[in-house]
Nanobody, 122 residues
Framework: QVQLVESGGGLVQAGGSLRLSCIAS????????MGWHRQAPGKQRELVAV???????RYADFVKGRFTISRDNAKNTVYLQMNSLKPEDAAVYYC????????????????WGQGTQVTVSS
């Protein structure tokens, strides 16, 4: 079982920066992909960025060049550096992670954090 705890959200002016962190804890086998999604009021949850266990990142088009995802495998932590924030980036940001068992390809679990609020004032 994996517990994900996000931190780093808050209120920032447009053009400002925030850094989100998410720590995975608990008893688990291996964490493969870790990522960030967001959900604004009245909208569906959407992918922001994901990073593989090997460090390969993927980004949604709307954050390319502004957000950077990174991870520290030794600390089971994923980060999201958000620069040049826009009012439309305001949302609850959720961390997610996948758990796998090496040598058992069909075995996989997926976990979500509770979310952290990001508010961007114009």
């Amino acid at each position: 079982q994996v517990q994900l705890v996000e931190s780093g959200g808050g209120l920032v002016q447009a053009g400002g920066s925030l850094r989100l962190s998410c720590i995975a804890s608990g008893s688990f086998f291996s964490i493969n992909d870790m990522g960030w999604h967001r959900q604004a009021p009245g909208k569906q949850r959407e992918l922001v960025a994901v990073i593989s266990s090997g460090g390969s990142p993927r980004y949604a088009d709307f954050v390319k060049g502004r957000f950077t995802i990174s991870r520290d495998n030794a600390k089971n932590t994923v980060y999201l550096q958000m620069n040049s924030l826009k009012p439309e980036d305001a949302a609850v940001y959720y961390c997610d992670a996948g758990e796998v068992r090496i040598g058992v390809p069909q075995w996989a679990k997926h976990y979500w954090g509770q979310g952290t609020q990001v508010t961007v004032s114009s």
